[in-house]
T-cell receptor, first 115, second 112 residues
């Protein structure tokens, strides 16, 4: 079974802090994704990466950055946390097989509160 | 732009009732369609998928048929159980792209 592990289930930080959310997958997937989930808005893509050191902006990248130094690890960084970044953050990964993108596998999420 | 519209929730049913959760989409190309389920306190799990028109995805008693003419992918189950209580997300992905576009989710509550 694919395992996508997010480093924290719950996290509380203060406004202005630099926040790191970590995600690790154990299936050698090429693609990794960060979403945020908010009531009434569903999931919105923040950033994704299709290879080591490669990244693409999603729909809502403002206020965030990402890092992918190793294939298995994809980090989301809040450069200066603000209260409107309080949310559930979900990491996902997927393989590309024979040029076709396969379904994404999700971690259990990190519920982040910014005070 | 590409989008997915789901019926508002919560959907409240008694055990063994028939379930339909509506999903329609707007897409510029020919998308693959997915249903994901999120149980309380967990991440999303792929429930079923369909990659082309008239395909039927099925899993755990759930079914959905890709209807190109009505741009729909409605989720159905003949007899729900209490353990089916969760949030269900419809999503699309355009061919050649990794990005998923999600609906807002529909919460299902099943009572004994």
């Amino acid at each position: 079974d694919v395992k996508v592990t997010q480093s924290s289930r719950y996290l509380v930080k203060r406004t202005g802090e630099k926040v790191f959310l970590e995600c690790v997958q154990d299936m050698d997937h090429e693609n990794m994704f960060w979403y945020r989930q908010d009531p009434g808005l569903g999931l919105r893509l923040i950033y994704f990466s299709y290879d080591v050191k490669m990244k693409e902006k999603g729909d809502i990248p403002e206020g965030y950055s990402v890092s992918r130094e190793k294939k298995e690890r994809f980090s989301l960084i809040l450069e200066s946390a603000s209260t409107n970044q309080t949310s559930m953050y979900l990491c996902a990964s997927s393989p590309t097989i024979d040029g076709y993108n396969q379904p994404q596998h999700f971690g259990d999420g990190t519920r982040l509160s910014i005070l | 732009g590409d989008s997915v519209t789901q019926m508002e929730g919560p959907v409240t049913l008694s055990e063994e009732a028939f379930l339909t959760i509506n999903c329609t989409y707007t897409a510029t190309g020919y998308p693959s369609l997915f249903w994901y389920v999120q149980y309380p306190g967990e991440g999303l799990q792929l429930l079923l998928k369909a990659t082309k028109a008239d395909d039927k995805g099925s899993n755990k008693g759930f079914e959905a048929t890709y209807r190109k003419e009505t741009t729909s992918f409605h989720l159905e189950k003949g007899s729900v159980q209490v353990s089916d209580s969760a949030v269900y997300f419809c999503a699309l992905r355009l061919t050649g792209f990794q990005k998923l576009v999600f609906g807002t989710g529909t919460r299902l509550l099943v009572s004994p």
